[in-house]
């Protein structure tokens, strides 16, 4: 019963169109789908591997002869969704580097101090929310 209500799930998360086509996948949601479709493949097949994106991502990759079908269909989606999230964010000092430097008085180096002030400042360009969105900070 419990795997039909995973199975369910991932089919549900893998057919459901995004709110947005730019937008991009939590972190949050993608370590999700990937525990639930996963978790058994990792603890039978990849135990003992540090858990980082990469080396998960490198030892489901090495053991998929053995890997279940429904992790196969959904790791590299997740793992790819984390690296579109980590280069949105990358994106938002470059977007909002004048919103940065003139409204909100901070720097580019630490974009992240930034953010509280750009979410509720008025005169932040389109393109500058755009990325705070595609970042997920919104």
Known sequence: ???VYNLFIVALALSTPSLAAAQTMSFGESAGLIA???GADITAN???VNLDSNRL???LSRNQD???AQ???TYFKAFEAIQKRISARVTVANACQREIVKLCGGSTKETSKSIPCLLTTSGVSARCQ???SEAGYR
Request: proline share 0%; hydrophobic share 35%; aromatic share 0%.
């Open 46 to 48: 990849c135990r003992g």
């Open 36 to 38: 639930s479709s996963c």
């Open 66 to 68: 053995v890997v279940s």
């Open 71 to 73: 992790c196969k269909a």
């Open 130 to 132: 755009q990325a705070i």
């Open 1 to 3: 019963m419990v795997r």
């Open 57 to 59: 991502k490198e030892c």
